[in-house]
């Protein structure tokens, strides 16, 4: 439906190694300005060796990486953030003995329009009053769901294109998971692009507009949200259901 | 909340035993008798030996207070268990002077002579020495428990007339030529003995002098660091600052010589401070465990020596030292990014391991018999005292320079931003005064290039240590600025989580390589300075030992902290010395490494933020308790509400 637009990010047959160890085969996949989409995926399926290959902390074997139509393949880390990709960690990883603040901060440490950094900041406690509050806090005191906030906050503090978002359901309570997932619902409401990755198939397909899943490195299907959550195959071997 | 127990005090009173055994066994107390703290009653070697069952008995009934819970008032329980933990470390030390008695252990432990049980027993003899040591430990037990009955006020008042007679009669050295530098002769003479030591009466003196002053101003001090610290950070930074100025403006200006040895002493400590804030931006802020940081300070001596002498075996292009100074900067970020390179990608223990074997390196290289025609070999190099003549006027024009570049570069990037935003703001008239004042510097430099020669020599100890204290106050406001900078955050994410920050786009490899080159180039001017202070270098001054002892100083001032590392340096070198340096306590000589060692594991224990603590640190390390505590009260809190 979107296939006569440029992808804001594309991997075109993707393949990743570690040493002799062959991680992504032949992925491809793409992301549109606007969508939310969703990386499923179960353990050792490559969903996080994708999310290093996108930011540049894993170099691709073979295959391009697309953000914009420019290939990025080959750029550093730092330039690839700079150029609008930032990441929200699994298990959020805050740097805890350092305050909200400063984890805001160094979320926008490659951003040249300093001036600009206070009004993005006043977007983010918009967006989660309770940051705000916790401002001057360790982030390590905070509660698992404020971490999240402020992990998100981090990462939008970037001003990305595209929010690659690691496992946000790992090491939840199931009502902070749920509230994780309207956080990305609002993000992608105020105009972010958001690639999440994730282990709970159900939730993520709940939120996103398509979805493609990982099996042991390779891309074996994709579908849009919805078809994916009726999919039987899909259901069957990602959702529990046996039918 | 536990009330210690006799069995609490039986396991302390042990550990005190040992702990008087062990100093005995070592010979500190035998050899530290000589020195008298207040004559006549009290000895070094004694004192060694009794703060213990007083400091243990006072420990036992240490109370463990938790927030929400109140303590158990203090009574006769304390002293019956304080008298308990005495008796437990006389009886030990009863058992080991009967087992001196008995056998002789000469042969295997040196220093547990014949005398030493007669010393042990204050010269009694056997039976009745024994019921003399068992008397003392109990009462001084029963004293250290006791302390606990004394209201909190004159307690700590207490203990600080305490600790200042034994400030005062240890580094009487200090005191001493302090008083008589400053024509205080007679009060040096009342205070002192002919030997140096403190008669009861000064003793006395002393005292009053801390306790009539603390009880007239009681309350005052207080205020003031109350008002500190409500004050807000910048404020707080500006008024550090200007202290840290004014101390070294006092140390440069103030024409009090404290005669050669203090001044000696004073120079290792601003050596020392030097490389340990060096440290501190590796291991501090970017948290790189670096164990062969004696490498960079080897670096910068050699450059230096090589650079000024006309003593050099191969290349001698006999440079002034200020001329040297640049080169040495150079080859000491070269040197920084040639080991950097290969180690960043390490961390932790590796990386610890890896630089211990570089710092070795580095030493044996500079001691090679294949490199003697550029090293010198074992011999080392002699500088040339001479060379290291320097007209200020040249110093003067050189930062001067510096000034001209920085106000105009400021100037000129606030001045677009102002061009952007259509208003001037007042950095860019900060930028300008910059620039004109170093614009002047320079002018007067070139006008005027010997208006102030000066000579350093080896054995002009006043010389060098002003000089010191001037690479000392660069590398601390260096280090300062770089704190709160870019590339200061950097370090910080860095040292939390290294594979976050790389994907917040920090580019790790640069930020190590940075704080590796930065702590290489102070540690080098560490060794371009010891280079003309010692006279001649040799491989052998650059020891794993000395890479420790600047680890020590880092650790037990407080990692990250300038303040700490600043006290770290003073107390540690100044007090107990360097590694082949002097400090004021002589005694300590030969028991150097233990007591480094000895406090590097009490501090880790204890207080592993480090005595002046960086804020930051304090909350990364006693963030458990403090959840705990916080944890305990909510609990407290909430049964509360239920009943």
């Known amino acids: 439906m979107m296939a006569d637009r440029t992808p804001l990010m594309q991997f075109r047959n993707v393949d990743t190694h570690y040493g002799p160890v062959h991680v992504l085969k032949d992925v491809s996949l793409e992301i549109y300005s606007g969508e939310i989409v969703c990386l499923l995926g179960g353990n050792a399926s490559g969903k996080t060796t994708t999310l290093k290959t996108v930011l540049g902390m894993v170099i691709p074997s073979g295959g391009d990486i697309l953000l914009d139509g420019e290939v990025i393949t080959t750029w550093s880390t730092s330039e690839r953030v700079r150029r609008g990709l930032s990441m929200v960690p699994e298990n959020r990883r805050l740097f805890k003995r350092m305050t909200v603040k400063e984890n805001l901060e160094i979320g926008a440490f490659l951003r040249e329009d300093r001036e600009e950094l206070a009004a993005d900041m006043e977007r983010i406690f918009d967006l989660f009053p309770r940051v705000k509050e916790r401002l001057n806090q360790k982030a390590g005191t905070l509660s698992g769901g404020e971490q999240q906030m402020v992990a998100v906050g981090r990462a939008m503090m970037a001003r990305p294109k595209v929010l690659l978002m690691d496992e946000p359901s790992m090491g939840l309570a199931p009502v902070l998971v749920a509230q994780n997932f309207e956080i990305i619902q609002q993000i992608n409401a105020a105009g972010t692009t958001v690639f999440v990755v994730e282990q709970n198939a159900n939730m993520a397909l709940s939120i996103a507009d398509r979805g493609y899943v990982l099996q042991t490195g390779s891309i074996v299907l994709s579908d849009t949200a919805q078809n994916l959550l009726v999919n039987p195959e899909m259901r069957a071997a990602y959702l529990g259901e046996v039918e | ?643």
């Not at chain 2, 006799?6 to 396991?11: G, L, P, Q, S, T």
């Not at chain 2, 002699?382 to 930062?399: E, H, Q």
């Open chain 2, 1 to 643: 909340m536990t009330t210690a127990t006799w069995r609490d005090a039986v396991r302390w009173g042990a550990l005190g035993g040992l702990i008087v055994v062990f100093i005995a066994t070592i010979g500190m107390a035998e050899s530290f008798d000589a020195r008298k703290v207040i004559d006549p009653f009290l000895s070094l070697g004694y004192l060694s030996l009794l703060w213990v069952p007083m400091a243990l008995g006072y420990r036992v009934s240490h109370r463990v207070v938790l927030e929400g819970t109140a303590p158990t008032p203090p009574g006769a329980r304390d002293i019956a268990l304080g008298a308990i933990t005495g008796t437990v470390v006389a009886v030990i030390l009863c058992g080991y002077i009967l087992l001196i008695d008995a056998y002789n252990l000469r042969e295997v432990l040196v220093n547990v002579t014949p005398t030493l049980g007669h010393y042990l027993t204050k010269g009694v003899g056997l039976p009745g020495g024994l019921a003399f040591v068992l008397g003392v430990g109990v009462a001084l037990g029963a004293a250290g428990g006791a302390l606990h009955l004394v209201p909190g006020r004159p307690r700590s008042l207490g203990l600080r007339v305490v600790l200042w007679i034994l400030v005062i009669g240890l580094v009487e050295l200090l005191f001493g030529s302090i008083l008589r530098e400053m024509g205080l002769k007679r009060i040096d003479s009342f205070l002192f003995n002919l030997d140096r030591t403190i008669p009861w009466y000064s003793a006395v003196a002393i005292g009053l002098a801390v306790v009539v002053p603390s009880v007239l101003l009681r309350g005052r001090a207080q205020a003031v660091r109350a008002r500190f610290n409500t004050m807000p950070a910048s404020g707080r930074r500006r008024v550090g600052f200007a202290l840290a100025a004014a101390a070294v403006a006092f140390g440069m200006i103030v024409p009090v010589n404290f005669g050669p040895l203090l001044n000696e002493v004073l120079a290792t400590v601003g050596l020392f401070m030097l490389m340990g804030l060096g440290l501190n931006i590796v291991v501090g802020y970017a948290g790189l465990l670096d164990l062969g940081y004696v490498a960079f300070f080897a670096v910068g001596a050699y450059s230096a020596a090589i650079l000024t002498s006309s003593a050099a075996p191969m290349f001698t292009p006999e440079l002034a030292f200020f001329a040297a100074v640049p080169f040495v900067i150079l080859i000491a970020a070269l040197a920084g990014l040639v080991v950097g390179t290969p180690v960043i990608r390490m961390r932790g223990d590796y990386l610890a391991i890896v630089t211990l074997a570089f710092g070795e390196i580095a030493r044996l290289v500079f001691q090679a018999d294949w490199l003697k025609e550029a090293f010198g070999g074992a011999q080392g190099i002699r500088v040339d005292p001479a060379r290291i003549r320097t007209m200020f006027g040249y110093v003067l024009a050189g930062v001067g320079l510096i000034a001209l570049i920085i106000g105009l570069l400021r100037w000129w990037a606030a001045r677009s931003l102002a061009r952007e935003r259509g208003d001037l703001d007042s950095r860019s008239a900060a930028g300008a005064v910059v620039a004109v004042l170093g614009a002047a510097a320079l002018a007067i430099g070139l006008a005027f290039p010997s208006f102030a020669t000066w000579t350093a020599r080896g054995i002009d100890t006043e010389q060098i240590f002003r000089f010191v204290l001037v690479f000392v106050a660069i590398a601390a406001f260096v280090s300062w600025r770089l704190e709160s900078s870019r590339v200061g955050r950097a370090w910080m994410a860095l040292r939390e989580d290294e594979h976050v920050a790389e994907a917040m786009g920090i580019n790790v490899v640069t930020a190590k390589l940075t704080a590796f080159v930065t702590g290489a180039v102070l540690a080098a001017f560490g060794g371009a300075l010891f280079a003309i202070k010692i006279g001649t270098i040799y491989p052998s001054s650059f020891r794993i030992v000395q890479s420790i002892i600047i680890l020590v100083i880092v650790i037990v001032g407080g990692m990250g902290s300038l303040r700490g590392v600043a006290l770290g340096a003073l107390v540690l070198i100044g007090v107990l010395g360097g590694p082949t340096q002097p400090g004021l306590l002589r005694e300590f000589e030969g028991y150097k490494l233990l007591i480094y060692g000895v406090l590097l594991i009490a501090m880790m224990l204890k207080r592993p933020e480090g005595l002046l603590p960086a804020a930051r640190r304090t909350r990364e390390l006693h963030q458990e308790e403090f959840l705990q505590d916080a944890w305990i009260k909510a609990k407290a809190d909430e049964m509360a509400e239920g009943a």
